[in-house]
């Protein structure tokens, strides 16, 4: 398997500490947010700023190392799982987000019913519901008879 470093090579960017820090922490949170990484840099890398991590997100995901979704109503998330084409459910609840493969396993999985003279090469699809943990938790208001939402981080997520 390729390094980190052979893959921003490969890609055509230079290796730069910032982008290795970036891959290192998508390959451990999956579905991220910019703020989320700039969290997990902050030991490694302390000067590290909004900016230059937007930066390195544009970079990553334009050279293709990199997927960026954005859920409505949820800032964008970026991925290092590209290539395929799979799919996200979303919780309501807490904004936690998961990876569904593709029933079919083909690119685009469905045929829209008009192209509008479009070459359809992808189909994103996202599935909304409640995770386990939200679940849980409202079951056991409705039992308490509390009312206390659910918070947990998306990393801590299964």
């Known amino acids: 398997m390729d390094t980190d470093a052979e893959l921003l090579r490969t890609a055509g ?9 970036v891959l290192r922490s998508l390959g451990t949170m999956p579905h991220a947010t910019a703020d989320d990484v700039l969290t997990a840099l902050a030991a490694e890398l302390p000067t590290t700023s909004h900016q230059a991590v937007y ?3 544009g970079a990553l995901t334009g050279a293709g ?4 979704i954005e859920p409505a109503g949820s800032p964008a998330r970026y991925e290092r799982r590209t290539g395929d084409n799979h799919h996200h459910v979303v919780c309501t609840m807490c904004g936690a987000v998961q990876d569904v493969d593709c029933a079919v396993g083909h690119a685009p999985c469905l045929t829209p019913s008009e192209t509008h003279g479009f070459a359809v090469t992808t189909a994103e699809v996202t599935y909304w ?5 939200c679940a849980a938790a409202e079951q056991s208001a409705a039992v308490d008879g509390t009312a206390t939402p659910v918070v947990h981080e998306q990393p801590e997520h299964p």
Not at 65 to 68: F, G, I, T
Not at 129 to 133: S, T
């Open 13 to 21: 960017l230079r290796v730069t500490n910032p982008r290795l820090a």
């Open 55 to 57: 930066g390195v997100l």
């Open 65 to 68: 190392l990199v997927r960026r």
């Open 129 to 133: 519901g409640i995770c386990e943990r």
